[in-house]
């Protein structure tokens, strides 16, 4: 246990930032699962309303993870890589790969 005050004070601190970015971390991932079920809708039936509806969850993911790698809630390659793989999921149902 701490026994000065300003040591008391970071402890209150550090328990204060780690709830708000466990809040923001869970907000960033409840994102990018919707992301991932518009998807998987609009593979199930393609359409272009299903279609706006990926680009509209992309576009809210992406900014949640800019600004949480902009707060320091997430490290700037773990946010670059978040996008990459939301983009690679959307790219791949959108354009399928036809051989």
């Known amino acids: 246990m701490a ?3 300003s040591a008391k004070k ?3 601190i550090a328990e204060r930032n ?3 970015n466990r809040t923001y971390k869970s907000a960033m991932r409840t994102l990018m699962k919707r992301c991932f079920e518009a998807c ?3 593979s199930e039936k ?3 309303d299903a279609k706006k509806d990926i ?3 992309m ?3 992406f900014s949640k993870i800019d600004k949480a790698v902009k707060t320091g809630v997430l490290h700037r390659n773990t946010g670059a890589n978040q996008k990459s793989r939301l983009t690679s999921v ?3 149902t959108i354009e399928p790969v036809v051989k």
């Open 55 to 57: 680009q509209n969850s």
């Open 3 to 5: 026994n000065n005050n």
């Open 40 to 42: 998987g809708a609009y």
């Open 90 to 92: 959307v790219k791949k």
């Open 46 to 48: 393609p359409s272009e």
């Open 10 to 12: 970071r402890i209150q």
């Open 18 to 20: 780690r709830i708000q």
């Open 59 to 61: 576009n809210d993911a």
